[in-house]
């Protein structure tokens, strides 16, 4: 295992998907400096919700979208505003969720 102050998101993530083989508690706040990898760890590794990394997550309108669509399977009202703020997302999300757009 390489030294954790060195490591980047990415290659936490590699590791518990590839070596752990499941949830790695250590390498987590590595994890949660990225939105891609975070959300990469909660649709790869942990499978479920995790919300502590719906934070770092939301600061992604991509990202966010991915969760709600694949993680959540519908809406993310705590998330609704970020992903509209995206003109290709808020067109995906309202197309999968027929979202009422409020102005």
């Known amino acids: 295992m390489q030294d954790l102050e060195k490591m980047t998101p990415q290659a936490a993530?590699?590791?518990a998907l590839n070596v752990i083989k499941g949830p790695w508690f250590e390498g987590e706040e590595i994890i949660k400096t990225s939105p891609a990898w975070?959300?990469?760890y909660v649709h790869e590794v942990?499978?479920?919700l995790w919300p502590e990394g719906e934070a770092i997550i939301m600061t992604s309108p991509f990202w966010a979208y991915q969760y709600a669509h694949?993680?959540?399977k519908g809406n993310w009202?705590?998330?609704?505003e970020?992903?509209?703020s995206d003109p290709k997302c808020?067109?995906?999300?309202?197309?999968d969720y027929q979202t009422v757009i409020q102005s």
């Open 38 to 40: 975070t959300y990469m």
């Open 13 to 15: 993530y590699e590791y």
């Open 82 to 84: 970020i992903i509209m």
């Open 46 to 48: 942990i499978k479920d």
């Open 77 to 80: 009202p705590e998330a609704e």
């Open 90 to 95: 808020a067109y995906w999300h309202t197309f």
């Open 70 to 72: 694949n993680v959540i």
